[in-house]
């Protein structure tokens, strides 16, 4: 059972940067999928990024992150980031990190992952 922390969440103005860092608990952290995801009020859990196992690195974006947000992860210190520019009203919601002990093919399925954290807010202002 892996436990996942989020945090670097806030307020920012539009066009503006955040970074957000999910630290997990579980020492084979190399060998989880690692993903994204972010929930508006009244609106569905929706993906956002996700980043393979291991040291490969390979990543995948929703069309409205592509170019402006980049997942990475330091297995070394078991986290995993999302680094935000450009951000966007719309990019306001809760972001929840969510991990996957299983080798996945549907990155962008929110039932594919089995542990997730508590959320960090993210709120951008016009």
């Known amino acids: 059972q892996v436990q996942l922390v989020e945090s670097g969440g806030g307020l920012v103005q539009a066009g503006g940067s955040l970074r957000l860092s999910c630290a997990a608990s579980?020492?084979?952290?190399?060998?989880?999928?690692m993903a994204w995801f972010r929930q508006a009020p009244g609106k569905e859990r929706e993906f956002v990024a996700a980043?393979?196992?291991?040291?490969?690195?390979?990543?995948y974006y929703a069309d409205s992150a592509e170019g402006r947000f980049t997942i990475s992860r330091d297995n070394d210190k078991r986290t995993v980031y999302l680094q935000m520019n450009s951000l966007k009203p719309e990019d306001t919601a809760i972001y929840y990190c969510a991990a996957s002990d299983r080798n996945l093919i549907q990155v962008r399925l929110v039932g594919q992952y089995g542990y997730w954290g508590q959320g960090t807010q993210v709120t951008v202002s016009s």
């Open positions: 980043i393979s196992r291991w040291s490969s690195g390979s990543t």
């Open positions: 579980e020492s084979s952290f190399s060998a989880y999928y």
